[in-house]
């Protein structure tokens, strides 16, 4: 079962003085590029959630937030009272003012406020934790649903080419007796005795170098091996991307021997349906 690398996941908890948000959002990278944002106070934990989150993900363009706000009256910044009072007398020695104006001069001033450094509350942190594991299950289902919409799509295209791989084997040997009948009228053309013996030899050479047998079973074995990767129980798309580069050199070969313009037209549209893939499989887990 293949996953997506795009997703999103959210959750969010009430504690008695704040509200957490925790966030993720990801989408398609060779490695996995985690960026992290948080308050500082919970900074001290972030590499064990990297390690967290890139064993749980494994690769993409990660974004991580946790949002806090405040919904009680609770702050770490407290107002220096003596200090802003002290600040607001050396104004009024200046400038004659309102008291308010004043004060709102004065709390712009260094140490106006005193910021106390917050310590975590592990069993707040257990809490927040917890609400990080169900973002992470959140996004895991968004991967998984986006994956199965892709599956879908590689299965359609797959069969088109095979379908069109149909076609071409239907038609190979028209194009061969299509050959043979052009190398054939050439030499008549010469209006010079020929030795048949010699021209069956040269003729079956020339129909050696236009034979694509290999690549036609080459290019049904690495389709049938796209849909048993597509049925594993790992996301890997890389493998597929490899397995999708094989079947892009089996397809080129046959492009440039069919010397058939019919087949050729064929060989147009599974390249049409491999780019497709391989502009998808960019996505895959």
């Given at each position: 079962?293949i996953?997506?690398m795009?997703?999103?996941g959210?959750?969010?908890?009430?504690?008695?003085?704040?509200?957490?948000?925790?966030?993720?959002?990801?989408l398609?990278?060779?490695?996995?590029?985690l960026?992290a944002?948080?308050?500082?106070?919970?900074r001290?934990?972030?590499?064990?959630?990297?390690?967290l989150?890139?064993?749980?993900?494994d690769?993409?363009k990660?974004?991580?937030s946790i949002?806090?706000?405040?919904?009680?009256e609770?702050?770490?910044?407290?107002?220096?009272?003596?200090?802003?009072?002290?600040?607001?007398?050396q104004?009024?020695?200046?400038?004659?003012g309102?008291?308010?104006?004043l004060?709102?001069?004065?709390?712009?001033?260094?140490?106006?406020?005193?910021?106390?450094?917050?310590?975590?509350?592990?069993?707040?942190?257990?809490?927040?934790?917890?609400e990080?594991?169900?973002?992470?299950e959140s996004?895991k289902?968004?991967?998984?649903?986006?994956?199965?919409?892709?599956?879908?799509?590689?299965?359609?295209?797959?069969?088109?080419?095979a379908?069109?791989?149909?076609?071409?084997?239907?038609?190979?040997?028209e194009?061969?007796?299509?050959?043979?009948?052009?190398?054939?009228?050439?030499?008549?053309?010469?209006?010079?005795?020929?030795d048949?013996n010699?021209?069956?030899?040269?003729?079956v050479?020339?129909?050696?170098?236009?034979?694509?047998?290999?690549?036609?079973?080459?290019?049904?074995?690495?389709?049938?091996?796209?849909?048993?990767?597509?049925?594993?129980?790992?996301?890997?798309?890389?493998?597929?991307?490899f397995?999708?580069?094989?079947?892009?050199?089996?397809?080129?070969?046959?492009?440039?021997?069919?010397?058939?313009?019919?087949?050729?037209q064929l060989?147009?549209?599974?390249?049409?349906?491999?780019e497709?893939?391989?502009?998808?499989?960019?996505?895959?887990?």
């Amino acid at each position: 079962m293949i996953h997506s690398m795009t997703g999103y996941g959210k959750s969010v908890v009430q504690l008695p003085t704040k509200k957490i948000s925790i966030e993720l959002k990801s989408l398609n990278s060779k490695n996995l590029d985690l960026n992290a944002r948080m308050p500082s106070i919970y900074r001290e934990k972030e590499l064990p959630l990297r390690k967290l989150i890139a064993r749980e993900l494994d690769r993409g363009k990660v974004d991580f937030s946790i949002y806090v706000e405040t919904t009680a009256e609770d702050t770490s910044a407290k107002i220096n009272t003596p200090v802003v009072k002290q600040y607001i007398e050396q104004l009024k020695a200046v400038v004659d003012g309102d008291e308010v104006e004043l004060l709102k001069m004065a709390v712009r001033f260094p140490d106006a406020l005193n910021t106390e450094r917050e310590e975590i509350d592990e069993t707040e942190w257990k809490t927040i934790e917890a609400e990080i594991k169900k973002a992470i299950e959140s996004i895991k289902t968004y991967r998984l649903d986006e994956g199965k919409v892709l599956e879908a799509d590689f299965r359609n295209r797959v069969a088109s080419i095979a379908s069109v791989l149909e076609e071409i084997i239907a038609m190979d040997p028209e194009r061969i007796e299509g050959v043979r009948e052009r190398l054939k009228k050439g030499v008549e053309e010469l209006k010079e005795k020929y030795d048949e013996n010699r021209f069956e030899q040269e003729l079956v050479y020339y129909i050696e170098k236009f034979d694509i047998t290999e690549e036609k079973v080459r290019l049904k074995n690495h389709l049938d091996y796209f849909l048993e990767a597509l049925d594993s129980e790992d996301s890997n798309g890389k493998k597929l991307g490899f397995i999708s580069q094989e079947m892009g050199r089996e397809i080129n070969t046959i492009g440039s021997k069919s010397n058939f313009a019919p087949m050729q037209q064929l060989v147009v549209k599974m390249k049409d349906e491999l780019e497709k893939i391989k502009e998808q499989l960019l996505n895959v887990l």
